[in-house]
């Protein structure tokens, strides 16, 4: 079987090479989601161009870019993400100019500056005040910006940008770096370069997008636009592009600690004047891949590789050709509990993905802009056992094959700032599993000691969506309604309609806003076609098994962002959740494979507070808390149930607490710029534990997870006794001469060396162990 389903791989790649020599040759689009862009033209009092320098920045977004422009005076900023923006722009002898500009939409915004003549040397000091706060965003974002992304880093390769969206508001891992936003699972969707991923992105189901990659990250919870579908608990918006620069220039990376951990990146561009090339290639190798469930830290190695290409074209200033092609695999073991290393067990897991994409952007009119971009991706995992596994022998298969392309047309006319357009996803998903119990006491009476499973379908989901932002003074309103069409396990289709409002008191500098978001929900496609088979009846015979629906939802929000002391925000959201068919997952076994479930439907509501400094001085950092009460009712729907009453556990009726209902949540960062060349942060993190409900007799679980793991459980509240995190980080510049640097990083992560219990055994979940206290040390070369 495994032969088999290498050699459909295999095929599913050489199909893989055709559709993107095909797609290449059709020049289709690209474009970013939700980004925009600025042009920026730089002339004398005569009109002369002036080539000049200097920075574009905004404390809303986080961004800070450095900039030389052309011979012509122009350079063009590409990938901002929406909101006001301070730009300075300086030449030598003439007065230094900084103005605020707006970037609201895809459209580019044209910015024409003529620099005067300076007679007398004078200084002007810029600050950030007047972008601290977007008074016409209807809904929250958390931007995560470059500096942020280059100063992460984790004794555990792979988890660099998921660790940073874990760190905003509303967002929390399960064990293996599995985020949950705002309770949902499996409802993240990653938007990387305009390409929508909604698939599980942790490092057990998908090999890694490596953070020397990543230029900027944008992180949404609430009132999404009408673009967004399919996953909708939070977006992940990602951009590994950048301006185009002439001339050769990248970075290169080398680090290791802990776990025998080492990794490296080498990303390197070459720009001329219209056009550019980037090549990047990774690689990384850890002792402790996943989180283990015992502290015994037992086969859990991993490594990791990828590499990628892209080439931006200007065509013209009113076409732009995109290409990038990547390919990234893992291969890494699943780690024992106590008993299954005694037996002799040993799983692994892999995961290859190919990911291509071409797009292309034009120019209609100076207020009009048409997008169009395709992808195609290849995705595949699999899990093989050694014949002394305990109490169960698995093998798995999977993988899918996704086209995607989608058309877009970006309008401003005075007050309204347009979009519309949509998508269609075509994906042939294929599935096997096969098991065989060799520890009977392990499950339920009379289940069946072996089972095999293959199957395939075809995915294929359209969308459309118009959605207009409209400017009345200081009121700004959010209007989108998107259809979509959903075909695999069952067909569906739904309207969804997105509202939302910002009003905007200037003297008290403070953003009040309200918004409403119906969802409709796909799925999550890992091992859907098993979850939903009538086939595994004959494993489950008192469970109705039924396909999995679509969840829908609807999701209220309301809140405020208040400026303070010109350089301080606080970003405070009040929302309700409410589902039918809520989706879930169920952890089958100590496998790491998971099954997609759902419940009849949960109601979730929580408060997400945070406290920004983007920069004062030489500080900058957060404080951030989180409060969530999460509740689903049965019965549930899907998965793949095996284990000592889980079919009395599923037949039940009720209500429980959701898997990551964490109550309490806070984290906090302080960073300090020591010197020009040296700087120093601090991070801590605070969780009140999530729910543990097994039936298991306690010495058992003694003797599978050891009495220290099972002591961090409150069994009488059903809940993972609180966890909490210190850790600390310092870089300097080693050398430093005009663009080019020589950086090092150290870091030390749980320095109180505290056991920090993630999740523990459940019908619904697994058990995963943080790390205990660790350490990593990272080389940096730009040039």
Known sequence: MRFLFQMKMFQTKISLGIALAAMAAAHFAWAQVQTGEMRLWVADSSGLALPSSGTLSSGASQTLRSFETDGQGRFIFQHLPPGPYQLTVEHPGFARSSTLVEVRSAVPAEVHLTLAVEPVPTSLLVTDAETLLDPHRTGVTYPVGARDIREQQSAIPGRGMLDLVNQQPGWLFESNAVLHPRGSEYQTLLVVDGIPMDENRSPGFAPEIPDGDIAEMT????????????????????????????????????????????????????????????????????????????????????????????????????????FSFARRQSLFEVPNENLQQAAGQRQDRDGREDVGQVSWTHEITPRALLNVRASVEDLSANLWSNALATPIIAFQQRGFRRGYFSPSVSLRRGRHEFKFGGDAYYAPVSEALQYLITD???????????????????????????????????????????????????????????????????KADLVLRVSYDRAFLTPAIENLLLASSAQVTSVEPEVLRVPLQPSRGNFWEAGFSQGLASHVRLDASFYRRTFVNYA???????????????????????????????????????????????????????????????????????????????????????????????????????????????????????????????????????????????????????????????????????????????????????????????ASARLRWEF
């Not at 086969?299 to 892209?310: F, P, V």
């Not at 003694?702 to 909490?724: I, K, L």
């Open 219 to 322: 992180v949404l919870t609430g009132n999404y636009p009408a673009e967004y579908g399919r996953k909708l608990g939070g977006i992940v918006e990602v951009v590994t592009a950048r301006d185009q620069q002439p001339g050769f220039h990248g970075d290169a990376e080398l680090g290791g600690g802990s776990f025998d951990s080492t990794d490296g990146l080498v990303d390197a561009t070459y720009g001329w004047k219209r056009s550019s090339v980037t090549v990047s290639a990774f690689g990384s190798d850890t002792d402790r891949y996943l989180d283990p469930p015992v502290l015994g830290n037992f086969t859990n190695s991993g490594t990791a590789d990828g590499i990628s290409a892209a080439y931006d074209w200007d065509l013209s200033d009113a076409d732009r050709l995109h």
């Open 584 to 774: 879930d997952d169920d952890v089958f076994l100590n496998t790491g494979i998971s099954f997609p479930i759902s419940f009849q439907r949960a109601s979730i509501h929580g408060v997400d507070v945070k406290l920004a400094v983007p920069s004062w001085g030489r500080f900058s950092g957060f404080l951030s808390y989180s409060n969530m009460l999460g509740v689903a009712y049965l019965p549930v729907s899907g998965g793949l149930f095996l284990g000592d009453d889980a079919v009395g556990a599923l037949t039940s009726a009720g209500s429980f607490p959701i898997s990551q209902d964490q109550r309490n949540t806070a984290r906090a960062r302080v960073r300090f710029q020591l010197t020009s060349r040296v700087w120093l942060a601090m991070n801590s993190s605070y969780g009140s534990g999530l729910p543990s409900e097994t039936t298991e007799d306690p010495a058992t679980l003694v003797t599978e997870y050891g009495p220290q793991v099972v002591s961090r459980v409150n069994f009488a509240a059903s809940r993972v006794r609180p966890n909490f995190s210190l850790d600390a980080s310092t870089g300097v510049d080693l050398w430093r001469h005009e663009k080019r640097a020589l950086r090092a990083e150290v870091a030390g992560e749980n320095l109180t060396n505290r056991l920090n219990v993630i999740d523990f055994a459940g019908l619904f979940s697994g058990t995963g162990i943080a790390a205990p206290r660790s």
């Open 440 to 506: 009977v006491s392990f499950f339920d009476p009379g289940t069946v000691p072996q089972f095999n499973f293959a199957d395939r379908r075809i995915d294929s989901e359209q969308s459309l969506f118009a959605q207009d932002n409209i400017r009345l003074g200081n009121l700004t309103l959010s209007a989108g309604l998107r259809w979509d069409n959903y075909r695999l396990v069952v067909s569906q289709n739904a309207w969804s309609p997105r509202l939302g409002a910002a009003w905007y008191l200037p």
